[in-house]
C-alpha cells in the first residue's frame, strides 16, 4: 500500500479489519522505502475506513511512522477516527505515544504548511492546559485563529455555533509533534516561523525543499518571524547565509523580523546584512507597507527580475513534457487532446475570461515550470473523475486541479527518468484568475504549446 | 481510460454457462440431487474442479472426497447450486492474474470461504433460502471483472492513486456510469440466474440507496463480509483490499453480531 500524497500530506487508508495477523500485509519493502523516500511534512494513517483494531495492527504502522519521525523530524500520526477509536487508541498507548492524533485530516491539514494563504478560525479543546496551548501556538504560527476554550462546558457551549468556525478541535493531540518550522503563507510572502536557540539542527527542521518549491513556483518574499528566538550560534549563521546566496539567484528577498541581539552576537547582524538579509522590528513594518512590499516581491505579481531563459536541454525533453500532459487528459476524460500549434514566445492568452491556470515546478538535472490555461469547462470535465461531482465548488475544481497537474508532474517525472534525468517536483499552484498568473509569468519565454479539447482551446507552457 | 465500448465488448464476451452445468443447476434448482450430480460428472473438468475444491483445507476432510455424488451428498442441495456457481466464475477466472497478485487456488480459497460464512451469516438470520445461499457466489465475480478491465491499465491506476484515493469501483462508475456490482449483476443475467441474484449482488456493492427489510440486511451482510475477506492477509498483500470503497456507516450497526457469527464459523 502507498501514501496518497495531497499538498505536503500523506495518508494511508486502510480498510476493513487491522490486527497483527493482517497489518505487516499492507506494507511491503518497497512500500516502507517509497514512505521514506517521499517529500512531505506530515505523514499520517486513517482510520475512517477501519471497522476493527487493535493495538498489535496499530503498531506496525506506529513503528513505521516513528522511523520515518526520527529521520525526517516530520508530524506523524494518526487521523479520521470518532470518539471510541479516540479512546482506544489513547489506552493502548496511554502517555508514550509517539505520534499525534488528529480528529480529522481538515484538522490534520491545518497544521501543515501550504500554498494557499488562507487563515482560519478554529475552536479547540483539550483537558489537558498544555496541549490546549501547544496546539494553539502552533495553529496561530501557521497563520491561524485559533479560539481556545477553557473549559468542558465553554467548549460545549461555543460548539452550539459551529458555523462560525472552519473547524472544531477536540479529540486531538499532538503528542511528540515533530519539530519543523513552521510555515504560512500571507499573499505573496511566506513567514516562516522560528524559536529558541538556533544551532546545527536548523538544517533538520527547517523545509528546504519546500522552501525550493516555494521559489520555484513564483514566490519572492520570505519573512523569518523570529520575535521567540533567544539567540543563534555560528551554525545558524551559516545556514541564513547560504538560503541567501540561494535566494539571490531567483531575486527573492528574505527578512527577520524581531529578532533581538540581546544574546546573539551584533556582528551577526552585519554578517547576515552583507549577505542580503534585512531586518525589521514589526511584522506590519512589511506587510502594511505596500511600496516596499513590492519592492521586496510580495506584492502580487513577484516577478523575478533576472528570468532565467530556456535551454536545449529543456527544449529537448519537450516531446515527454506534451506527452505527459496530452496523456493525462487522455486518461481523465477518455477524449484526446490535439496540438495545434508550438512556439517560443512569452506566454500569450487570447482571453482571461472563463480561465482556470494552474502551475507545478520541477528540479533536479534540468529545471522549470510547467502552466497549464484551460477554459473552465475543460478544466471540470478534466477534473470529474477525481471529484464524482457535476455540481463542485470553485474550490474543489481548483483542488482537484492541483491533483490533476501533480499527476502531470508525476507522468513527466517518469517519462523523463526514461532518459536518466532525475527530477522531483513542487507542490502545485493553481489560479482561479489568470491574471495573477500572467503577472508572475509576463516576459517570460517558453515554449506555448496550443491544444484543443473538445473544440476548446487550452495553453501549455513551458519555461524556466 | 475505460470506455463504455471496451465494457460492452467484455460483457459480450462472457461465456454462456455450458449446457452441461446448466441442466446439473437445474436439477439442482427442482431439488433432485441424483441427477444433477449424475449431469455433473459427465464433465470431467467439473469434476476435477469439485475434487480440488471439496479436499481443500477449510472443508476439513481427512480422506479424500472424490465422487461426485458423495461430493453433492456431503453439501446438501442450497451448498451444491452455490458450488456449481462458484464453478461457473471459476471458468472467467485469468489464467495469469496482473492487477492482483493472485493465483487461481487463493482465488478459490476466497469463494470457499466466503461460501461458508455466508452459510452460517444465513443460519444466523435464520434465512433458508437456496438463491440467496447462491447469490454469495457472484460477490467474487466483481474482482475477476476489475482484473480484466484494469490489467493493462496498472501504471495509470497507481498514478491517479497516488493523489487522490479512488478504488477501482469508483474509477470505473465514475468514467462509466457501471460498477464493478453491475457488471458482475450482467455475468449473472447471462448464466440466467434469477433476478432476485442479480439485485443481490448489486447491492452488495453498499452504494445502493433506498434498501430496505431483507433486502437491506443481507445486502449489509455481505458487504462486510466481503471486507472480512479481503482483510485476510493474503488478499491484503493481494492488494485486494483497495479494490473497492469500505461503507464503513453501511454496516456498522451489524458489525457486533457479525464478530460473533464469523467467531463461531
Known sequence: ?464 | MITSDEIESYIQNIPPAPAVVQEALNHARAGDLTKASKCASEDPALKLYLKTLMNRPIYGFRNEVSDVAQIFGILGLGASQQTLYNYLLSLLTPKKWELFSLNNHQFYDLQASISKHWEAILTHLKINDKEIQSAITLIPASIIVCESLFASRKAEVAQLRSVKALDFNTILFRMSGRDLFDLSGEIARKWEMPDRIVTLIRSASGTVEDLTGQERVLAQWMHLLLFYELSQPAYVSAGLNEFIDFKIEFVQNIYESFAQVVQNT
Open chain 1, 1 to 464: 500500500m502507498r501514501a496518497v500524497v495531497k499538498g505536503r500530506v500523506g495518508i494511508f487508508y486502510l480498510q476493513g479489519f487491522l490486527d497483527g495477523n493482517n497489518a505487516p500485509s499492507f506494507l511491503t519493502l518497497e512500500d516502507i522505502k517509497a514512505t521514506e523516500e517521499l517529500n512531505i511534512d506530515m505523514l499520517l494513517v486513517s482510520l475512517k475506513k477501519v471497522i476493527f483494531f487493535n493495538k498489535n495492527g496499530l503498531d506496525v504502522f506506529v513503528k513505521l511512522l516513528a522511523n520515518v519521525r526520527d529521520q525526517k523530524h516530520i508530524i506523524v500520526g494518526f487521523c479520521d477516527y470518532d470518539h471510541t477509536k479516540y479512546m482506544s487508541i489513547n489506552a493502548f498507548y496511554k502517555d508514550n505515544a509517539s505520534f499525534s492524533l488528529f480528529k480529522t485530516q481538515e484538522i490534520a491539514e491545518l497544521f501543515t504548511s501550504s500554498n494557499k494563504s488562507e487563515s482560519r478560525t478554529v475552536l479547540l479543546y483539550n483537558e489537558d492546559p498544555s496541549q490546549r496551548s501547544a496546539m494553539a501556538i502552533e495553529l496561530f504560527d501557521y497563520g491561524h485563529n485559533p479560539i481556545m476554550a477553557q473549559s468542558k462546558v465553554e467548549f460545549e457551549e461555543k460548539k452550539k455555533n459551529d458555523s462560525l468556525y472552519y473547524a472544531i478541535i477536540e479529540d486531538t493531540n499532538l503528542g511528540l509533534y515533530g519539530q519543523k518550522v513552521a510555515t504560512r503563507v500571507t499573499g505573496n510572502a511566506i513567514i516562516y516561523t522560528i524559536s529558541q536557540f538556533l544551532d546545527a539542527e536548523i538544517n533538520d527542521t527547517f523545509n528546504l525543499s519546500y522552501h525550493q518549491n516555494s521559489l520555484n513556483v513564483g514566490f519572492r518574499l520570505f519573512i523569518f518571524d523570529a520575535y521567540k528566538v533567544i539567540s543563534m550560534n555560528i551554525h545558524a549563521l551559516n545556514f541564513f547565509t547560504k538560503l541567501a546566496s540561494a535566494a539571490a539567484e531567483y531575486n527573492a528577498s528574505i527578512c527577520f523580523v524581531g529578532l533581538s541581539f540581546e544574546k546573539t552576537p551584533e556582528s551577526f547582524k552585519n554578517d547576515l546584512e552583507d549577505a542580503g538579509l534585512m531586518f525589521f522590528d514589526n511584522m506590519d513594518d512589511i506587510l502594511k507597507n505596500k511600496d516596499l512590499l513590492q519592492e521586496l516581491g510580495g506584492g502580487g505579481g513577484a516577478a523575478a527580475k533576472q528570468s532565467r531563459s530556456l535551454n536545449k536541454v529543456l527544449v529537448n525533453e519537450l516531446p515527454h513534457f506534451i506527452d505527459a500532459t496530452v496523456s493525462t487528459i487522455a486518461m481523465m476524460t477518455n477524449a484526446e487532446a490535439v496540438k495545434n500549434s508550438v512556439n517560443i514566445q512569452p506566454l500569450s492568452i487570447p482571453t482571461t475570461n472563463n480561465q482556470y491556470a494552474s502551475s507545478i515546478g520541477f528540479y533536479g538535472d534540468i529545471d522549470g515550470l510547467i502552466i497549464l490555461i484551460f477554459p473552465k469547462t475543460i478544466a471540470k470535465k478534466a477534473c470529474e473523475l477525481l471529484i464524482g461531482d457535476a455540481n463542485a465548488s470553485e474550490e474543489e475544481i481548483l483542488d482537484s486541479l492541483a491533483e490533476f497537474v501533480n499527476i502531470i508532474g508525476g507522468r513527466a517525472k517518469v517519462l523523463l527518468s526514461g532518459n536518466k534525468h532525475r527530477l522531483d517536483i513542487t507542490l502545485p499552484r493553481t489560479y482561479a484568475d489568470v491574471n495573477t498568473l500572467l503577472e508572475i509569468a509576463h516576459n517570460k519565454k517558453g515554449v506555448q504549446v496550443d491544444l484543443s479539447f473538445e473544440g476548446e482551446h487550452f495553453i501549455f507552457f513551458l519555461t524556466r
